[in-house]
């Protein structure tokens, strides 16, 4: 869009809403993130019934410092 349209970057960004500094470091993925949502993938194609507490319980031992709310987040995200 910048180049497209002769705009500046703050301009652009102030257009479709973006702060500059996400522009210019995009969110990068990390690795916990993606053996979590794994290990979260698995436990609940094991256990059906199991809702995102009762997953975050099963994981608290694994996975230290990952509250209930995070759980719940990557549950939607990823329903199985």
């Known amino acids: 869009m910048i180049e497209q349209h002769h705009l500046s970057e703050r301009h652009a960004c102030r257009l479709v809403g973006l702060s500059r500094d996400s522009y210019r ?7 916990l993130n993606a053996t979590l949502g794994e290990q979260i993938r698995q436990t609940a194609l094991v256990r059906r019934r199991f809702g995102y507490r009762r997953i975050h319980d ?23």
């Open 25 to 31: 470091h995009p969110p990068q993925p990390s690795e």
């Open 58 to 80: 099963m994981l608290r031992q694994q996975f230290p410092g990952v509250n209930h709310k995070r759980i719940y987040r990557m549950r939607l995200a990823n329903p199985s």
